[in-house]
């Protein structure tokens, strides 16, 4: 019995487990997720990349995103390719990742 319910308890955590989001998704799969997936990728690109530029927090991934995975065509890109847009266009505009002063 005690196994059977531990079976049980596995097969119930994996669906929320395949739920979350990952780089490798999709765009469309970003914007049908949750917000709270999408906040918990957000928040791991911030932490990864604030240190080259402060602005890049959580909520402006999300934000740009978000964006992106509006532009036409985009769904079938991946959240990665996204994000490194996001990047890059933010590199852009302060001057190669150099905080304004």
Known sequence: ????????????????????????????AWKQSSAMDR??????????????????TAGYFVKCIDDVAGYPNAQKAKIEDAMRECVASQLRMTGKGQADD
Do not use: C, H, I
């Open 1 to 28: 019995m005690r196994r059977f319910s531990a079976l049980l308890l596995a097969m119930a955590l994996v669906p929320g487990a395949a739920s979350a989001l990952s780089m490798t998704d999709t765009l469309e």
């Open 39 to 56: 906040l918990q990728l957000a928040t791991r690109f911030g932490k990864s990349f604030v240190s080259v530029n402060e602005s890049f």
